[in-house]
């Protein structure tokens, strides 16, 4: 609505003068009607307010502030004509512990309706409802609205997560299969009190991210915490693994798909380097070394993947007195001379893996004396097929002639 149109309506008002004194008396006058709302919605209702000054009165009354009237949160307005300009709403006046939390969060500079009610400051509802911004099945599109723009992610240099998010299992499980307990943002951030990781207070911190995901996933995270990587972290090992470390964050697979089944040798390797140089040389590694998914031993397979215990350890998986039951799950018949194999033996050792050592040796040179045969043999038949099209032709073209 424009300025001059605004003035005009203010005009017409006053020169209704009669109307408004009618409303003024039914409402005003009339004992125990005092009902703020409608005096207000006797305007505000009215679409040809203009979009920034109408208020959609049902939903207002269906909405958690539904109850209140219009001068709760607009306390500066007293009587008609009201002034031209009044104060911004503060909801802290009502709702002062979430206040304080946001005043100390990443978003404290951010108003609350960045989060609440959808852009209609009289829309907001309880977050149990599904009309709500905050309804767990809509809190990813609300954070997404600036955790999901590029330019917002470059100004702060922050990833931008949600396209992440919503192509993981937890995204995928909440937008497709509409699963309220799966893990939306404030699962794992908190609503008000949103910290960077970088703060030992946060929930995304390294050392609470096991707390974090085992608010869910309690099996996992007893598993873990009794593992070599949990206790490594109990006793502030900052260089032990955490859930996100071998799951991500945002963008976590199911772990039975050949992707994430693909990229975790890397990451158990990208920690233990030299246990991946040797895994890489036997031959369960090979076999999924050519091209597209093999399914074959991972490190998991034989370390399991939250509770992996030392070697040492009688309960260990690789504990010589369990090794024919975990070589055995794929192995059938496996027995103690079976196991003997090396799973991380070192064939560029000659001393420490002699057999191992000749046999790469001899692999390598039939390798290579195979590969030199192929290359030699195509070259030579492409020379030939040459020489006889050449020829052939040459004989045709005197005969057309
Ligand atoms: C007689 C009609 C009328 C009634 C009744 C009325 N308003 Fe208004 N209101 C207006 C007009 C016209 C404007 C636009 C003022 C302007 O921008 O010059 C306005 C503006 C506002 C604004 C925006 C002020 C700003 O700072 O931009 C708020 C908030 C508001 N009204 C709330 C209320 C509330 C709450 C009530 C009930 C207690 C109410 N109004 C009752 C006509 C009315
Ligand atoms: C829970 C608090 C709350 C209640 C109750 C409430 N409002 Fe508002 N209203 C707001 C907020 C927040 C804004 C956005 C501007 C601001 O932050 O002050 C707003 C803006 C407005 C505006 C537009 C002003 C502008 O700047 O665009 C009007 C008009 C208005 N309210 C009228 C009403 C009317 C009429 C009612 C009752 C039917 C009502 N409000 C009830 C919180 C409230
Ligand atoms: C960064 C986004 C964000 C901002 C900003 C935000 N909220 Fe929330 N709010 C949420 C989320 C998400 C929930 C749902 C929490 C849940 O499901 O437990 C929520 C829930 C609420 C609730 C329901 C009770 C509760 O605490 O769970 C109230 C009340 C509330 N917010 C008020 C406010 C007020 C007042 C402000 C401003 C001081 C504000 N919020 C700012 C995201 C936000
Ligand atoms: C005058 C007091 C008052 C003000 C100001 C106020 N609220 Fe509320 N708010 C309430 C009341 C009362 C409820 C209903 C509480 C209930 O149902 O338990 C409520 C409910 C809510 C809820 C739903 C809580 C839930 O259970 O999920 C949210 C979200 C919320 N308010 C956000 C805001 C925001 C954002 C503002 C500022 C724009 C604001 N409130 C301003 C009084 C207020
Ligand atoms: C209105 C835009 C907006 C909305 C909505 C929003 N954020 Fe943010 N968020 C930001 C901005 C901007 C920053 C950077 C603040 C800074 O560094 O000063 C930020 C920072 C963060 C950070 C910390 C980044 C860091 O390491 O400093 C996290 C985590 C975060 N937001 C999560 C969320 C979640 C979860 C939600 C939804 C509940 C949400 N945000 C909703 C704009 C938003
Ligand atoms: C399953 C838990 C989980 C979910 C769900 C989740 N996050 Fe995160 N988020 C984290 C963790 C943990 C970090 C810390 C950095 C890391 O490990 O990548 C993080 C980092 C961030 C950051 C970077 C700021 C920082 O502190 O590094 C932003 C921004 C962010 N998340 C926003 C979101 C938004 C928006 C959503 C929803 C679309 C969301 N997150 C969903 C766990 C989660
Ligand atoms: C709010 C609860 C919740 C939180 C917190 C949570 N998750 Fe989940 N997670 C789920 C649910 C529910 C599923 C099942 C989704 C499905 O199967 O469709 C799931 C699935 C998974 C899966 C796939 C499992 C499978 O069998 O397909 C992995 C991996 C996973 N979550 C890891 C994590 C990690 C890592 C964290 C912490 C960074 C975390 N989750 C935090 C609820 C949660
Ligand atoms: C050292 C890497 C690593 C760490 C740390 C880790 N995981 Fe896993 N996780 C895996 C691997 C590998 C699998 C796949 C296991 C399989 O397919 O047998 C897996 C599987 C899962 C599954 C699917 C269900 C299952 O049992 O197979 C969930 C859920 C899960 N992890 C959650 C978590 C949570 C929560 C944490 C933290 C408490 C965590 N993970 C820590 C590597 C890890
Ligand atoms: C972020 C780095 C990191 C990742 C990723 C990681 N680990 Fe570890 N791992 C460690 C640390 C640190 C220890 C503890 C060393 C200690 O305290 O003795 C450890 C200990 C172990 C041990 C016990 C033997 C030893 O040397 O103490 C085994 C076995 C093991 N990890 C296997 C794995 C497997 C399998 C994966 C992948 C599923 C994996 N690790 C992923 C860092 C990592
Ligand atoms: C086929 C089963 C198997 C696979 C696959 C496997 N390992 Fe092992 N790993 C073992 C066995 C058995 C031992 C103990 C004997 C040894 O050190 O060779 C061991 C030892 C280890 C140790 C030292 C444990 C200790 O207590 O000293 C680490 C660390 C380790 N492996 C990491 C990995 C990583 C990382 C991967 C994947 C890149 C991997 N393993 C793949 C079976 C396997
Ligand atoms: C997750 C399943 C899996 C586990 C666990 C596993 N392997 Fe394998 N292994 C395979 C596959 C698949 C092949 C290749 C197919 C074949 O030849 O059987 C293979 C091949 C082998 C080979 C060469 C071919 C042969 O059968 O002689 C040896 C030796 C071997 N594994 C030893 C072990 C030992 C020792 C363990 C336990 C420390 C183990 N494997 C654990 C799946 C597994």
Redesign the pocket.
């Known amino acids: 609505m424009t300025q001059a149109a605004i003035r005009k309506l203010r005009f017409s008002f006053r020169a209704g003068a009669l109307a408004t004194a009618v409303i003024a008396l039914t409402f005003f006058l009339a004992p125990g009607t005092l009902h703020a709302q409608s005096q207000c919605l006797a305007c505000h209702g009215d679409k040809s307010m203009g979009h920034s000054l109408y208020v959609n009165g049902k939903t207002f009354s269906a909405s ?2 539904g ?2 009237q219009c001068t ?2 607009h ?1 500066d307005i007293k009587g008609f004509p009201h002034p031209d300009h009044v104060a911004k ?7 002062a512990d ?1 206040a304080s939390d946001l005043k100390g969060s990443v978003h404290a500079s951010h ?3 960045s ?3 959808d852009g209609n ?1 009289h829309a ?6 599904p009309r ?1 911004a ?1 309804y767990p099945l809509n809190i990813p599109r609300t954070c997404g609205r600036c955790h999901g723009n590029p330019a917002l992610a470059k100004k702060y240099g922050l990833p931008n997560v949600y396209s992440m998010y919503m192509d993981s299992i937890h995204g995928f499980a909440l937008s497709k299969e509409g699963l309220l307990v799966a893990a939306n943002c404030q699962s794992c951030h908190g609503s008000h009190h949103i910290l960077s990781h970088k703060n030992p207070q946060s929930p995304t911190y390294k050392t609470n991210i096991p707390d974090t995901c085992g608010k869910c996933h309690a099996k996992i995270e007893a598993e873990y915490d009794a593992g070599i990587h949990g206790k490594a972290l109990a006793a502030g090992d900052l260089k032990a693994p955490v859930c996100t470390d071998c799951h991500t964050a945002h963008a976590i697979l199911n772990p039975t798909d050949a992707t994430f089944r693909m990229q975790s040798t890397p990451i158990c390797g990208s920690c233990h380097k030299e246990k991946l140089t040797t895994y890489r040389d036997t031959f369960h590694s090979q076999l999924g070394m050519f091209g597209g998914y093999v399914e074959t031993a991972r490190c998991w397979d034989c370390h399991g993947a939250h509770d992996i215990l030392p070697a040492s350890d009688p309960h260990s998986r690789i504990n010589k007195a369990n090794l024919v039951e975990t070589c055995g799950r794929c192995h059938a018949g496996a027995n103690a001379s079976f196991v003997q194999y090396q799973p991380h033996a070192n064939p560029r050792n000659r001393k420490l893996s002699p057999g191992l050592y000749y046999v790469r040796l001899f692999m390598n040179l039939l390798l290579i004396s195979v590969l030199t045969f192929f290359v030699l043999h195509t070259l030579l038949w492409v020379i030939r097929s040459r020489y006889n099209q050449i020829k052939n032709n040459g004989s045709k073209g005197g005969k057309d002639a």
């Open positions: 958690a502030h109850v209140l709760s949160c306390t709403v503060q909801c802290s006046t009502c709702h979430q108003a609350c309706t989060c609440h009610g400051p907001i509802f309880p977050k149990s409802d709500s905050v």
